[in-house]
């Protein structure tokens, strides 16, 4: 199993991205998925899910502002940030709900 994401980057406040995570070694209609995001000296904060059948899930934090979507042909989820703030400064990790299979992560940075 392994999750790659990408799509981080420098972004100015108000700004858009679209993250990816990209999975192999299972299939991502087939398992529950999470986005996390870390800041240093702060607990992993858990963002969006999205479950097998297509539901999904999002912190207060973060709903009206992420999005959280999959490609089952390209067995890839996504989370779109809109409306970018500084306070979404973060490693973003996208991670298998059961397994306990992580990505390495990928930065946002919000100028």
């Known amino acids: 199993v392994q999750l790659v994401e990408s799509g981080g980057g420098l972004v100015q406040a108000g700004g858009s991205l679209r993250l990816s995570c990209a999975a192999s070694g299972f299939t991502v209609d087939d398992a529950d998925m999470a986005w996390y995001r870390q800041v240093p000296g702060r607990e992993c904060e858990l963002v969006s899910d999205i479950y097998r059948d297509g539901s999904t899930e999002y912190a207060d934090s973060v709903k009206g502002q992420f999005t959280i979507s999959r490609d089952n042909a390209k067995n890839t989820v996504y989370l779109e940030i809109h409306s970018l703030k500084s306070d979404d400064t973060a490693v973003y990790y996208c991670?298998?709900?059961?397994?306990?299979?992580w990505g390495r992560g990928t930065q946002v940075t919000v100028s």
């Open positions: 991670a298998t709900e059961a397994g306990g299979y």
